[in-house]
């Protein structure tokens, strides 16, 4: 077995695990957000179907320092609003969303960093 099929087993069960982690995510802690009349509209622009669970575990997940400036700039009405946000969410949710967040940002950039090794011919050096 090749170094390259190694870790696109890895990325591979990760990117499962990423799948579940969306769901329990958005059933567990998006739907209640969506079903509050105060957080409705706090979720952030949803591009495509899921965007907001993506976006609502960002606000969550990220430091309040980075939320902030994301909030203040002239995109603001991408991002969710984090305070509204930790203002009706429970430790668990915040642990959830952190986990699901940068599960998904690692796998994704993972995957990428792996296409572009297998593009410049490292796992070919490799297996020498």
Same mark, same amino acid.
């Given at each position: 077995?090749?170094?390259?099929?190694?870790?696109?087993?890895? !990325?591979? =069960?990760?990117? $499962?695990?990423? /799948?579940?982690?969306?769901?329990?995510?958005?059933? %567990?802690?998006?739907? &209640?957000?969506?079903?509050?009349?105060?957080?409705?509209?706090? !979720?952030? =622009?949803?591009? $495509?179907?899921? /965007?907001?669970?993506?976006?609502?575990?960002?606000? %969550?997940?990220?430091? &309040?320092?980075?939320?902030?400036?994301?909030?203040?700039?002239? !995109?603001?009405?991408?991002?969710?609003?984090?305070?509204?946000?930790?203002?009706?969410?429970?430790?668990?949710?915040?642990?959830?969303?952190?986990?699901?967040?940068?599960?998904?940002?690692?796998?994704?950039?993972?995957?990428?960093?792996?296409?572009?090794?297998?593009?410049?011919?490292?796992?070919?050096?490799?297996?020498?």
């Amino acid at each position: 077995m090749t170094w390259e099929k190694v870790f696109l087993g890895v !990325l591979l =069960i990760n990117a $499962i695990i990423v /799948g579940l982690f969306f769901i329990a995510f958005g059933q %567990l802690t998006v739907k &209640r957000l969506r079903r509050d009349q105060n957080t409705r509209t706090a !979720l952030g =622009i949803e591009f $495509i179907s899921g /965007g907001d669970i993506v976006s609502v575990a960002q606000a %969550l997940a990220l430091p &309040r320092s980075w939320t902030k400036k994301l909030e203040t700039g002239p !995109l603001s009405s991408l991002y969710a609003k984090t305070n509204l946000l930790l203002e009706h969410t429970t430790k668990f949710d915040r642990i959830l969303a952190f986990m699901f967040y940068w599960l998904l940002m690692s796998t994704g950039l993972s995957f990428t960093v792996l296409a572009i090794l297998n593009l410049v011919g490292f796992f070919v050096i490799l297996s020498r």
